[in-house]
């Protein structure tokens, strides 16, 4: 029986790239792993498969009585359907400590870096697996995803050293043009239905018992979205009307360093409690906002008193 690699719902590059590096690894370890993801590709994610001559991986949405490795992630919200009618067998993220138990000890490694891939290229450094060059490749482009090219408060050294490692390995000789290459392919949203980019890169988190989802849009301009705000507006409140008592949507951009915070919440004081600024109208500026993990889900926890 396979052992599946499998990144968050709503998959991202790090998601995604995190199961197929991982899977080869744990091949090349003896194991029958087999990388999956929850759900369709993003643009960006798409992109930089294609890019490195890579297909979609296989699906895997419900783990019912199958052996998954958790990658990116570590909690109930963002794994597989039906976790507990399954087996973990591992963990390996980025990411605070969940809500994902197990009945025996497994390998869990979490780091506080900037990005699943960065771990990874160090577990291949501890058990000596060479990195296959487009593995290097897709590897790279998840740390330049999740650190927004190293603009992200959640970058480290290890990360922008991991990135040294694997460009080399690449033979990428311009990260500036490739992160710009993805940046662009990320900001797609033309024609896109409001609700697919609200979940673009989404998840919900459990606070004190309230459900708080966060969508992020990173863009190369704001005014890409001009056309569709109300319709994102709209499309935060039906969510949140399906048992949530906030919705958040980050509009990063990622050039100005800032994000403009849209919120549909029962509660409007908890922006001006958790971020110092006052919401007003749908959406609000806060300076130097890049980070979901970082930024926004800390001071909300506080505010909820987890
Ligand atoms: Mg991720
Ligand atoms: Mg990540
Ligand atoms: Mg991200």
């Not at 699943?116 to 000596?128: A, D, R, S």
Request: aromatic fraction near 6%; include cysteine; charge should be negative.
């Amino acid at each position: 029986m396979p052992v599946y690699v499998v990144g968050h719902k709503n998959p991202d590059t790090d998601s995604v790239t995190s199961a197929i590096a991982y899977a080869h690894l744990k091949k090349a370890m003896g194991m029958d792993a087999v990388a999956a993801s929850q759900g369709d590709l993003n643009p960006e994610t798409k992109m930089v498969l294609d890019k490195f001559g890579f297909s979609a991986p296989a699906q895997l949405t419900d783990a019912t009585g199958k052996q998954v490795i958790l990658v990116d992630h570590g909690e109930l919200s963002q794994a597989p359907d039906n976790l507990n009618a399954g087996e973990v067998v591992e963990v390996v993220d980025h990411h605070k400590i969940g809500d994902v138990t197990t009945g025996s000890p497994i390998f869990f490694y979490v780091k506080p870096v900037g990005c699943t891939g960065t771990v990874l290229t160090e577990i291949y450094e501890t058990n000596k697996i060479e990195i296959p060059k487009n593995i290097a490749g897709i590897m790279l482009c998840a740390i330049i995803s999740d650190t927004v090219l190293f603009k992200s408060p959640t970058t480290t050294e290890e990360d922008k050293k991991a990135c040294e490692k694997l460009a080399k390995i690449a033979g990428v000789t311009d990260m500036d043009a490739l992160a710009m290459e993805m940046f662009k392919a990320k900001s797609a949203v033309a024609g896109v239905p409001a609700k697919d980019l609200l979940f673009r890169d989404y998840k919900d988190f459990d606070m004190a018992g309230n459900k708080i989802g966060v969508g992020q849009l990173e863009l190369v301009d704001l005014s890409l979205v001009d056309d569709v705000r109300d319709d994102l507006y709209k499309a935060a409140e039906q969510v949140k009307s399906e048992g949530r008592h906030t919705v958040f949507l980050m509009l990063t951009d990622i050039m100005k360093e800032g994000t403009d915070l849209m919120v549909v919440t029962d509660d409007p004081s908890i922006v001006e409690k958790a971020f110092g600024v006052k919401l007003e109208g749908k959406s609000v500026w806060v300076d130097g906002m890049m980070s979901r993990k970082k930024q926004a889900i800390p001071p909300l926890q506080k505010v909820f008193g987890v």
